[in-house]
């Protein structure tokens, strides 16, 4: 039983922490996204993975290596450029010589929707889609269907014309000639698995099987917080054995501390918390609902809410980010009433007495002087002045 995994995707609205690093390999839970799916994989009958992968795809390989600490066997093969899933799964046709599970590298999902994906797929030897309930559907592939068939998946639909609930859960399973149907899908730019999938379903069955287990997404920024909080809350938690905090200083429960981290004395590490490796929290620091990636230090007196810092990052003295509900506009669309305290991209220095307005995202290797405010979007490279 061999799985692709469509690994390759820039996640451009995630800037700037994907310049260094693919979407699927962002941590959540002090792990990347495509480990927790890797993982998940082990509990199936899966023994061959593929890994689609694309820019910064060293960045997976020297983490997943040939898979044999996993016992799979993984293989990588690459997108470039990226033109979409389909595109993405017509690479690893040479790879794939029997039915094979498709999956998202980018949608945290439990073992149980791919052993039903496939279970259905043996059954019929229909091409299968996973799908799941959303809250906001119109904001994913909405899929309409009936009798458990597929008749159809629209991309991102207006919000007063989704034909369902549901919507792509991001797990298939599908027969070998669905590369000669991928070949065929006529596409203008993007070339979308769905697209085919639909396409599909005018001529055969294509089957949907609903899914009400874990389904974990990350589009946007603030997706980090939300799935790195549901990971804390489902997994267990608490400090590395190598990591070391002061006896004055307040952990919560829920939050992770991983190796080689320091929590210095009267520092206060809040609910939904997650502390990359060797990273420093100063005396009086104050830290809720953020991921804090890798070799960062934030220094005494530093309060950090509802924020992604990136890797080797400063957090200056006495530095507020403050979090709180705001509007943000990445890549010319605009989100309302967002909780997102602020991204702080890697390699980034924020001065001392600096305050961070909500939504403001900061591109890596940038420098914010002591006592600066930053309240919108800071380039890479740049330095922001008192």
């Not at 920024?221 to 608490?238: M, Q, S």
């Not at 403001?360 to 890479?380: F, L, W």
Request: proline residues 5%; aromatic residues 4%.
């Amino acid at each position: 039983m061999k799985a692709v995994i469509l690994a390759a995707g820039k996640g451009r609205r995630l800037w700037p922490l994907t310049e260094n690093r693919p979407k699927p390999m962002l941590p959540v839970g002090n792990r990347p996204i495509l480990d927790h799916i890797v993982t998940e994989l082990e509990a199936t009958p899966v023994t061959e993975v593929i890994l689609v992968v694309g820019s910064n795809r060293e960045r997976v390989q020297t983490y997943f290596e040939d898979g044999r600490d996993r016992e799979l066997d993984i293989t990588y093969v690459t997108q470039e450029p990226q033109l979409g899933t389909g595109h993405a799964l017509l690479q690893a046709e040479s790879h794939v010589g029997d039915s094979v599970v498709v999956l998202n590298g980018d949608r945290i999902v439990d073992a149980a929707v791919i052993d039903a994906v496939w279970e259905r797929h043996q059954q019929t030897r229909d091409p299968t889609v996973a799908i799941t309930r959303a809250d906001h559907p119109h904001k994913y592939g909405v899929v309409d269907f009936a009798d458990d068939e597929l008749a159809g998946i629209e991309e991102s639909p207006h919000p007063d014309r989704v034909a369902s609930e549901y919507i792509n859960a991001g797990v298939y399973a599908l027969p070998p000639e669905v590369f000669a149907a991928l070949r065929e899908t006529d596409h203008h730019g993007e070339h979308a698995l769905t697209t085919t999938l639909s396409e599909l379903g005018a001529t055969r069955p294509v089957r949907v099987v609903r899914y009400r287990g874990r389904w974990l997404d990350v589009s946007e920024p603030w997706d980090l917080l939300a799935v790195n909080g549901a990971i804390l809350a489902n997994t267990g938690t608490g400090p590395h054995e190598t990591a070391t905090v002061a006896p004055s200083a307040v952990v919560a429960d829920d939050a992770l501390l991983a190796a080689g981290s320091t929590v210095h004395p009267n520092a206060t590490i809040r609910s939904g918390v997650t502390i990359g490796e060797n990273v420093q929290v100063g005396p009086n620091v104050v830290v809720e609902n953020s991921l804090v990636l890798e070799d960062t230090t934030l220094e005494p007196g530093a309060v950090v809410t509802d924020c992604v810092v990136g890797a080797n990052a400063t957090i200056g003295a006495n530095t507020t980010i403050a979090g709180g509900t705001t509007t943000v506009t990445l890549n010319e669309t605009v989100y309302h009433d967002v909780s997102f305290g602020g991204l702080v991209g890697d390699n980034v220095t924020v001065g001392a007495n600096t305050t961070v307005r909500p939504g403001a995202i900061v591109g890596n290797d940038a420098t914010i002087e002591d006592g600066a405010t930053v309240d919108d979007r800071i380039e890479a490279g740049s330095q922001l002045q008192r």
